[in-house]
């Protein structure tokens, strides 16, 4: 079964430009959340789509947007970059929402580098 | 606000030797779930092992075992028979959410360097 995967890997953008990162899920998995990553802050979450309907969101600006498609994968949009957005942004799937124990599967993740 | 503290930053361990990393939590909910997750170089976040909150029983998983302490809020990671290819940040987690909707609240993370 393939795992998570996300691309592209690794991203240079200017500030002030935008991007789109992917996140196809594992087969059968339909919730997809995105996660960012930064020495300064660790962890934290952006937010979560199921069944194309984004469910739960995290505490950040609106330049931050995501959606799901059909198929479940997933793309999460940075618009007007700032040197800040610069991180390693995590996707993670899961089969479902009902069950809280279900292991989260995650991808290699996305290395954006705003300059 | 849930929270999840991990006071030490970097832990080093010889390789066969045993070493537990600590995590804290706070929560209001009666009924959660915690989980330890590992991130090697390669970056991609690999499931420890995880807890039931309402299970006393503390979870095993081969070499890692935790210490659930609910009302203490605390929930150690050991880790038996270190191993090199053990070395990776370690992450504390909390899993928040019900039916509509759940995310993951992370510590900040333990850096575990094992020593040949």
């Known amino acids: 079964k393939a795992g998570v995967t996300q691309t592209p890997r690794y991203l240079i953008k200017t500030r002030g430009q935008q991007v789109t990162l992917s996140c196809s899920p594992i087969?059968?998995?339909?919730?997809v959340s995105w996660y960012q990553q930064t020495p300064g802050q660790g962890l934290q979450f952006l937010f979560e789509?199921?069944?194309?309907?984004?469910?739960n969101k995290g505490n950040f600006p609106g330049r931050f947007s995501g959606r799901q498609f059909s198929n479940s994968r997933s793309e999460m949009n940075v618009s007007t970059l700032e040197l800040g957005d610069s991180a390693l942004y995590l996707c993670?799937?899961?089969?479902?929402?009902?069950?809280?124990?279900?292991?989260?599967?995650f991808g290699q993740g996305t290395r954006l580098t705003v300059v | 606000a849930q929270t999840v503290t991990q006071s030490q930053p970097e832990m080093s361990v010889q390789e066969a030797e045993t070493v537990t990393l600590s995590c804290t939590y706070d929560?209001?909910?009666?009924?959660?779930?915690l989980f330890w997750y590992k991130q090697p170089p390669s970056r991609q976040m690999i499931l420890v092992i995880r807890?039931?909150?309402?299970?006393?029983q503390n979870a095993t998983e081969n070499r890692f075992s935790v210490n659930f302490q609910k009302a203490a809020k605390s929930f150690s990671l050991k880790i038996s028979d270190s191993q090199l290819g053990d070395a990776a940040m370690y992450f504390c987690?909390?899993?928040?959410?019900?039916?509509?909707?759940?995310?993951?609240?992370f510590g900040p993370g333990t850096r575990l360097s094992v020593l040949p």
């Open positions: 807890q039931e909150a309402y299970k006393q």
């Open positions: 929560t209001s909910e009666s009924d959660y779930y």
């Open positions: 789509y199921f069944s194309e309907t984004q469910r």
């Open positions: 987690a909390y899993r928040v959410g019900d039916n509509y909707g759940q995310n993951f609240v």
């Open positions: 993670a799937s899961i089969p479902g929402l009902a069950d809280m124990n279900t292991e989260a599967f």
């Open positions: 087969s059968g998995h339909r919730s």
